[in-house]
């Protein structure tokens, strides 16, 4: 082989590599989206794709005519051929775990759910998964041949230690140690682990046409939970608490809380405190489906305490925004999508409360995109982790030594 | 020249490359530290060492003699030669600006402060500090001849937006716009600017022996500011007013603040406010000579004011650290060196906001390290962008499109 075939050789691998990673990390794209995000021109993208579609590794997975603007004839898009990996995503909540499935094309290819009593132990959560899993694959023919990685979403602060450092118990519930190796030995493949709500925040991020770099996301749920992508990276903080705006002081003469100081966000802003709130101000609402048929019917008392909430959620939110300037606040949880006025109101509030910071876009605050149930996207999210927004996050199948907040048991 | 030969001489060149890139960030290191620091066995570095000795690349700067812990030989300590290269700092205050000049080793050699009239036009404040420089060098014989980079501090927020995007006006100040190209075209060097409060934060960060990655940064001063360094990496957020603590509301039916709003930090915990304040308690306070003199005798109506103040830059401090989960919180400003139960206050009041989260560090408030007269040298951390901290920080030497916060006239 001559030097000039061999350098050559050498380029063409390495732009296909590119051209290859970049569809891992954004799904089916145009040849134009794809030329501009690996910069090569036109004319050299399409000899490589053309070489990577007569080789089977990518194929055209449709046009963009859904998604276009303006006129024109629909370019085609291409994706890696879904065959060629599959994504495990993982989210365990209080009461469920959700398992999602994605192929290499970033389509979620099987999804379930199973519900549990109230918080079981760890090891009957894991055999669950595993059932559900086991079901998945059976009903729906998804299988695991080329799996490239497992996400898993835990509830509570997730710090990943584990090689001499003890688990860290919180609101005295147990970090869920184990989970992560229990996955590894099972299906052989890298496992990220980290709160739920934090991968909530990142789904969110990444949920954008233009992923969002700076973002606050908060969750109103049982709890009031929340994440942080700062400066296009999921903020763990230094003991793996970053996020935690639910024990934000809210009102230093408030209700006690569960983690033992007063007024904090969860004891006013929380699903239970809302309902609460609304049945003491005469409503009769002791769920989220009487709580949606009283706004439905415009109760006033109602509406009344939905916008207390929303203002001081507004200001908890105004204080974060002020420390980190985010291009997007975002509000999750089913309450949001039942009342709205709360996520209104949240924007008023947070509108004076960065009144004094110029800004090109007056509404910041909006609806979460992913429902609750959608858990397992989250954690689908931090293992496509080839995004640019998860630069700084830990590579799956980096070494336990270089990035504490992941492990890999291969 | 064999195969052999080749790889060997250049895996040499890495080593050597390793070895003087710590040196660059860490300063003086004994050779146990740098082994430490590059990974390589003590033998292998004890070879790379003599022969940069032996060619002049670095020095024998010292012992560590008085920082050494334990008994022991103390051990040489190696530097690079310092006339290798000089770092120039400027940090342009309200009222002054102050020059300090560090050399290769990371040894500040030079430094000067020049006063001037309230915020003059900005081509008076460059008129002044190049004036500074010149007199600075010819009086103590530093000269520029291997300048590496310069970094410029500034009051107000900074986005380093330029092209296309116009500058930033915030609270009716200009941002300094032309000032990075000002320094450049004087010196040749690539420039680097942001926020003096920012960089105060990352001068703290980096001030400890081992650099903390996560930090809250909150200055007490004319005006009150902050930075954060989340991750390792100074933030900016997504217009360049993260950190802006100082307009979080501390009181929503507070006094009415410069910015518009009401009972923001600023109006409470500025100094002019706390010396206010201190009058209005019924103390002879005006300036910060008097509050120290208060202070000296116990003065028991300015000591309740204090504590006040502290537990209100406790709460805000609060919020911020539940949402960031810092290792450290560090308050700056002359007044918590006069007033020191300010912080114990604020420490205080911050360890009941943090009660949920548990933490190896009960003690994670600190008074800052630097005063603000040490302004520049926060602008010459910033240039030491070596540092691990610095991971993610415009690299002075980057292109202009790939680090929009920062922008080289080479």
Same mark, same amino acid.
């Given at each position: 082989?001559?030097?000039?075939?061999?350098?050559? $050789?050498? &380029?063409?691998?390495?732009?296909?590599?590119?051209?290859?990673?970049?569809?891992?990390?954004?799904?089916?794209?145009?040849?134009?989206?794809?030329? @501009? @995000?690996?910069?090569?021109?036109?004319?050299?993208?399409?000899?490589?794709?053309? *070489?990577?579609? =007569?080789?089977?590794?990518?194929?055209?997975?449709?046009?963009?005519?859904?998604?276009?603007?303006?006129?024109? @004839?629909?370019?085609?898009?291409?994706?890696?051929?879904?065959?060629?990996?599959?994504?495990?995503?993982?989210?365990?909540?209080?009461? !469920?775990?959700?398992?999602?499935?994605?192929?290499?094309?970033?389509? /979620?290819?099987?999804?379930?759910?199973?519900?549990?009593?109230?918080?079981?132990?760890?090891?009957?959560?894991?055999?669950?998964?595993?059932?559900?899993?086991?079901?998945?694959?059976?009903?729906?023919?998804?299988?695991?041949?080329?799996?490239?990685?497992?996400?898993?979403?835990?509830?509570?602060?997730?710090?990943?230690?584990?090689?001499?450092?003890?688990? &860290?118990?919180?609101?005295?519930?147990? +970090?869920?140690?184990?989970?992560?190796?229990?996955?590894?030995?099972?299906?052989?493949?890298?496992?990220?682990?980290?709160?739920?709500?934090?991968?909530?925040?990142?789904?969110?991020?990444?949920?954008?046409?233009?992923?969002?770099?700076?973002? /606050?996301?908060?969750?109103?749920?049982?709890?009031?939970?929340?994440?942080?992508?700062?400066?296009?990276?999921?903020?763990?903080?230094?003991?793996?608490?970053?996020?935690?705006?639910?024990?934000?002081?809210?009102?230093?003469?408030?209700?006690?809380? !569960?983690?033992?100081? !007063?007024?904090?966000?969860?004891?006013?802003?929380?699903?239970?405190?809302?309902?609460?709130?609304?049945?003491?101000?005469?409503?009769? &609402?002791?769920?989220?489906?009487?709580?949606?048929?009283?706004?439905?019917?415009?109760?006033?008392?109602?509406?009344?305490?939905?916008?207390?909430?929303?203002?001081?959620?507004?200001?908890?939110?105004?204080?974060? +925004?002020?420390?980190?300037?985010? !291009?997007?606040?975002?509000?999750?949880?089913?309450?949001? @999508?039942?009342?709205?006025?709360?996520?209104?109101?949240?924007?008023?509030?947070?509108?004076?409360?960065?009144?004094?910071?110029?800004?090109? =876009?007056?509404?910041?605050?909006?609806?979460?995109?992913?429902?609750?149930?959608?858990?397992?996207?989250?954690?689908?999210?931090?293992?496509?982790?080839?995004?640019?927004?998860?630069?700084?996050?830990?590579?799956?199948?980096?070494?336990?030594? *270089? $990035?504490?907040?992941?492990?890999?048991?291969?």
């Amino acid at each position: 082989m001559s030097m000039t075939t061999g350098v050559h $050789a050498l &380029v063409r691998r390495t732009h296909e590599e590119r051209v290859l990673a970049a569809l891992r990390a954004h799904g089916a794209l145009s040849r134009g989206e794809l030329a @501009r @995000r690996v910069g090569l021109s036109r004319t050299t993208l399409s000899e490589i794709t053309a *070489n990577l579609l =007569q080789r089977g590794a990518i194929i055209v997975a449709d046009t963009d005519a859904a998604t276009r603007a303006g006129s024109g @004839r629909p370019a085609e898009r291409l994706a890696l051929d879904p065959d060629s990996g599959q994504f495990l995503g993982v989210d365990f909540g209080h009461r !469920r775990v959700h398992v999602a499935v994605a192929d290499a094309s970033h389509e /979620i290819i099987a999804q379930g759910v199973e519900r549990y009593d109230d918080d079981p132990p760890w090891a009957e959560r894991l055999e669950i998964a595993f059932d559900l899993i086991d079901r998945l694959s059976r009903d729906t023919g998804v299988h695991f041949g080329a799996l490239q990685s497992i996400g898993i979403g835990v509830p509570g602060p997730y710090t990943g230690a584990r090689a001499g450092t003890p688990a &860290v118990s919180w609101k005295n519930q147990l +970090a869920p140690d184990g989970v992560d190796l229990a996955f590894a030995e099972r299906f052989g493949a890298p496992v990220v682990v980290d709160n739920n709500t934090r991968l909530a925040a990142l789904a969110e991020a990444i949920s954008r046409p233009d992923a969002v770099d700076n973002l /606050i996301y908060l969750r109103l749920s049982d709890g009031v939970g929340g994440g942080l992508v700062v400066s296009g990276r999921l903020v763990t903080g230094s003991r793996g608490f970053a996020g935690e705006l639910g024990h934000v002081t809210a009102n230093p003469s408030g209700a006690p809380c !569960r983690c033992g100081k !007063r007024g904090c966000l969860e004891t006013i802003a929380s699903v239970p405190s809302i309902l609460r709130a609304c049945s003491e101000a005469g409503a009769d &609402v002791e769920n989220l489906a009487d709580l949606a048929a009283a706004v439905a019917k415009g109760d006033p008392a109602v509406d009344a305490v939905l916008r207390e909430v929303g203002s001081t959620v507004g200001r908890v939110l105004g204080a974060a +925004a002020m420390t980190l300037n985010p !291009r997007e606040v975002v509000i999750g949880g089913e309450i949001v @999508r039942i009342a709205p006025v709360l996520v209104e109101q949240a924007a008023a509030t947070l509108r004076y409360e960065l009144y004094s910071i110029p800004s090109d =876009q007056p509404h910041i605050v909006r609806a979460a995109q992913l429902r609750d149930s959608d858990g397992a996207l989250g954690a689908i999210a931090a293992i496509f982790h080839q995004s640019p927004l998860l630069a700084g996050y830990p590579d799956p199948t980096a070494s336990v030594e *270089n $990035a504490p907040q992941q492990r890999s048991a291969l």
